[in-house]
């Protein structure tokens, strides 16, 4: 059985501020995701990585196969990246299989 | 991007009647999309999988008589809530698969379903 587990599950910073959010899985994986929720609103996918590192904008993320473990960066932060941040993954590897989801981290940015 | 989207974004409805939600992926052809519902401050929990053609596959304790899914076409699936009931109000997100991109999974905006 695959679990997710994020940290931390609160997170407040101050505008500017470097953030890392964290995200450790059990099993192997074909691919996993990271999701933004803003309050009320819908999800945003904003990476789906299978290794290495990508980045999108002031966003990096970054995966280590071998440690299970995923980062998500945002540079120069800002109240409008308040949200509640997700990681999920496939617990088998397989495209159509239900993902599990972290627990989420909830970001507060601070003007 | 690949875009999903929901409709109605939000709904009302009195308890006892039936309301359906659809989800649409705009660009692209999904052979999988997932329902989920989410309360509040809690995380999404995967409600039933639908597959384009098939009868969904619901998540144990899921209900499939009172939560009908209908995968009718490569872009659209539908769920009914069925005889509602306050407890039923939550929000309903569906993602969905990129048929062309076997990992890609795209997420629609979401429901925001209230029984009275």
């Known amino acids: 059985k695959n679990e997710v587990e994020q940290s931390p599950q609160n997170l407040t910073a101050q505008e500017g501020e470097f953030i890392t959010i964290n995200c450790s899985y059990s099993v192997g994986i074909s691919a996993l995701h990271w999701l933004q929720q803003h309050p009320g609103g819908g999800i945003v996918s904003l990476f789906m990585l299978s290794s290495g590192k990508k980045k999108h904008g002031r966003l990096i993320a970054t995966i280590n196969i071998q440690e299970k473990h995923s980062s998500l960066h945002i540079t120069a932060s800002h109240p409008r990246d308040s949200a509640v941040y997700i990681c999920?993954?496939?617990?088998?590897?397989?495209?159509?299989?239900?993902?599990?989801f972290g627990t989420g981290t909830l970001l507060a940015v601070q003007p | 991007g690949a875009v999903v989207s929901q409709h109605p974004s939000w709904v009302i409805c009195k308890s006892g009647t039936s309301v359906k939600i659809e989800c649409r992926s705009l660009d692209f052809q999904a052979t999988t999309m997932f329902w989920y519902r989410q309360f509040p401050k809690q995380s999404l929990m995967l409600m039933a999988t639908?597959?384009?053609?098939?009868?969904?596959?619901?998540e144990q304790g899921v209900e499939k008589d009172k939560f009908l899914i209908n995968h009718a076409s490569l872009t659209l699936s539908t769920l009914t809530v069925t005889s509602a009931h306050p407890e039923d109000s939550s929000f309903y997100i569906c993602?969905?698969?990129?048929?062309?991109?076997?990992?890609?999974?795209?997420f629609g905006p979401g429901t925001r379903l209230t029984v009275t």
């Open positions: 999920a993954d496939p617990p088998y590897g397989g495209a159509t299989n239900k993902l599990i």
């Open positions: 639908s597959n384009e053609g098939s009868k969904a596959t619901y």
């Open positions: 993602s969905a698969n990129d048929r062309a991109s076997s990992y890609e999974q795209y």
